[in-house]
Each structure stands twice: as C-alpha cells, then as structure tokens.
C-alpha cells in the first residue's frame, strides 16, 4: 500500500554545471538551498540585501545591482536606534548610520560584479503580499507596527510585469545568464490560512506565464514537493510552517538530480567527503594516525583541484597541509 506519491520532477532543459556561477535571491528557502549550493563548492552569492519575500522588492533590488546603485544617507530611515534601509533585510541595520551603508554599499558592489558574469540566476519568491509605506513597497517592514503600511495582495498581472521587466535589464547586463524560479514551500500564516494560498497561487499563475514568455526562465517545483509529495507535518519544523531537515535534504536531492548535469552529480559526493574530512576534530591531532589522515586527504584535495581548477578547496587544503 502506498501512503504518499511520489512527484518527481522534469529534468531541466539545460542542466547545471559545477564551473556555472549561480546567483540567488529572495526568501529563507533561498539561503537554504544557497547554503547546500556552497557547501558542495559551487561559486554563489545569495541575498545580496538580505531575505526578501515579495517579488517587487526581489525585482528592485535586481534594478539597484545594475548601474550598481550606490546608497547614500537618505536612502536610510532611523528607528529603535538603528539606521536600516527600507530595501535591505535588518542584517543590514546599525547604529552608526555610515557603517550601515558602507555594508550596504559593499554588498551592491559584489552583487553588480557577480551578476555580469553569473550564468544562473535562482530566484525564489515567498509572498504575492506586499506592504507598501507613502506608495512604495517595501522589502522588510523592521519591526515598525504594521499599521503604519499599507497591506494588499499582488494581482497575477502585477507579479509578471515587474518580474519581466527586471529580468529583461538584467539579461542586457548580462545575455548569456538563465533563470530559475521556484516558490517557497514556507507558509505565511500570518496572513492567514486562505490568503496564503491565494498569495501562493497567484506566484504559481504568475511564474507560469513568466516561463511562457521568456525562453530564459525555468521553473523548479520545490513548493509542489513539500506541499503535494511529502504532504506531512513530520517534514516541519516545530513552527509547523516551515520545512525542517529532512525536507529541505528531499528537496535538495530532487533538486540535484533534475537540474544538475551528470558531470557535476557525480562529483558532490568527492566534494562533500572533502570538506566532511576537513570539518573533523582529532581526539589527538600529533598522532600518527591523525597525521597519516591529514596527508591522505590533502592528496585527495590536490588531485581534485587539478582536475576542477574553477573550484576553491583553498579553506580545506590549508586545514590539511598542517602535517
């Protein structure tokens, strides 16, 4: 008898690979994936201005790496003696006003150099809501009482005209990059148990004609693989809201298996033993065989950087050099 089915799904047109620099932004889910991404070595930025939920703060935080924007003491807003900006995730947030925007500043830059020559741009929208303040919307509401925003729902039309346009300045920037978009499997109860699934399919209907427009956009359907497959609060955490290990690593596997190329699949495991070697604590580090594991695997590190020259096993050959 079969408790569950199982959703396996399409493999990505053009697949991953290893040497591709991938750019991601939007929700937590993104820094998730983004942490799997780094973890087995691949070249990526994520969230250059921290977590972002809707997709007109995603697409304007796009617009800004560009030119790149550079954001100067107006652009920021004071509150609970901190000086954060309306587009940017509290991370960014300081006291000293010019220590917020040198952080802020020196995200845009690396955000503007790794989007010219990124090949994949991931982009995972959490939330058709968005909380506008004097006609804007912002990207994070700092922990200001909410009713000083103003709260409304995206319409489908809306989510696909800012995300194409934005899109379209950044494949100028850039022509050869593509496009991954997937949908947070995290549910926004806060707006309630109807208006999320509203604000989720409105993202769905959105991303469905953004794809059939531009042949440069994919879709990956995490959400679909939480929501319908794994179906089961067992795959949540205590919040129940959102995907806990377990979940995130079904995802990830799914993930990996339709959108990487095999070159690269058969490479994580080489990667991953690596940087699992390189995270072990000896019992005693002067004993033979503590060395004799040290030697083992800067030899295995050596080899693999001659092969894959485009990946930085700098971090791990210098944990195992130490003999």
């Given at each position: 008898?079969n408790?569950?089915?199982?959703?396996?799904p399409k493999?990505?047109?053009?697949?991953?690979?290893?040497?591709?620099?991938l750019?991601?932004i939007g929700?937590?889910f993104t820094e998730?994936?983004?942490q799997?991404?780094a973890?087995h070595?691949?070249?990526?930025?994520?969230?250059?201005?921290?977590?972002?939920?809707?997709?007109v703060?995603i697409a304007a935080?796009?617009?800004t790496y560009?030119?790149?924007?550079?954001?100067?003491?107006?652009?920021?807003?004071?509150h609970q003696?901190?000086?954060?900006?309306?587009?940017?995730?509290?991370?960014?947030?300081?006291?000293d006003?010019?220590?917020a925007l040198?952080r802020i500043?020196e995200?845009?830059q690396?955000?503007h150099r790794?989007?010219k020559e990124?090949?994949?741009?991931?982009?995972?929208?959490?939330?058709?809501?968005v909380?506008?303040?004097s006609?804007?919307?912002?990207?994070n509401?700092?922990k200001?009482?909410?009713?000083?925003f103003?709260k409304?729902?995206?319409?489908?039309e809306e989510?696909v005209?800012v995300l194409?346009?934005?899109?379209r300045?950044?494949i100028?920037l850039n022509?050869?990059?593509?496009c991954?978009?997937?949908?947070?499997?995290?549910r926004?109860?806060?707006?309630?148990?109807?208006?999320?699934?509203?604000?989720k399919?409105?993202?769905?209907?959105?991303?469905e004609?953004?794809?059939?427009?531009m042949p440069?956009?994919f879709y990956?359907?995490a959400?679909?693989?939480i929501?319908?497959?794994?179906r089961?609060?067992?795959?949540?955490?205590?919040?129940?809201?959102?995907p806990n290990?377990?979940?995130?690593?079904?995802v990830?596997e799914?993930f990996?298996?339709?959108?990487f190329?095999k070159?690269?699949?058969?490479l994580?495991?080489?990667?991953?033993?690596?940087?699992?070697?390189?995270?072990?604590?000896a019992?005693?580090?002067?004993?033979?065989?503590?060395?004799?594991?040290?030697?083992?695997?800067?030899?295995?590190?050596?080899?693999?950087?001659?092969?894959?020259?485009?990946?930085?096993?700098?971090r791990e050959?210098?944990?195992?050099?130490?003999t």
């Amino acid at each position: 008898m079969n408790f569950r089915l199982e959703f396996t799904p399409k493999t990505l047109a053009k697949p991953i690979r290893h040497e591709d620099k991938l750019f991601l932004i939007g929700s937590c889910f993104t820094e998730q994936i983004g942490q799997k991404l780094a973890h087995h070595k691949f070249r990526v930025i994520d969230n250059p201005n921290g977590i972002l939920f809707n997709p007109v703060s995603i697409a304007a935080s796009l617009s800004t790496y560009i030119a790149p924007k550079i954001y100067a003491e107006p652009d920021l807003f004071y509150h609970q003696e901190l000086w954060g900006s309306w587009a940017h995730h509290t991370r960014f947030s300081h006291p000293d006003k010019q220590v917020a925007l040198g952080r802020i500043n020196e995200s845009q830059q690396k955000a503007h150099r790794f989007l010219k020559e990124a090949d994949w741009l991931m982009l995972t929208l959490g939330s058709a809501f968005v909380y506008e303040q004097s006609g804007a919307v912002v990207a994070n509401c700092h922990k200001v009482p909410t009713d000083k925003f103003l709260k409304r729902l995206l319409s489908v039309e809306e989510v696909v005209d800012v995300l194409e346009k934005s899109l379209r300045e950044t494949i100028l920037l850039n022509p050869g990059l593509h496009c991954l978009v997937t949908i947070s499997p995290v549910r926004h109860l806060r707006d309630g148990f109807v208006e999320n699934n509203r604000s989720k399919a409105t993202l769905i209907l959105a991303v469905e004609e953004l794809c059939r427009r531009m042949p440069q956009v994919f879709y990956f359907p995490a959400y679909e693989l939480i929501i319908d497959d794994l179906r089961d609060y067992r795959f949540f955490a205590e919040d129940m809201v959102h995907p806990n290990y377990a979940a995130t690593q079904y995802v990830w596997e799914k993930f990996r298996d339709t959108c990487f190329d095999k070159a690269c699949i058969g490479l994580l495991d080489r990667i991953a033993e690596i940087v699992q070697a390189a995270s072990h604590k000896a019992f005693n580090p002067s004993s033979n065989a503590h060395q004799k594991f040290l030697h083992q695997y800067e030899g295995k590190t050596k080899a693999l950087m001659t092969d894959y020259p485009y990946i930085d096993f700098s971090r791990e050959l210098s944990i195992f050099a130490q003999t």
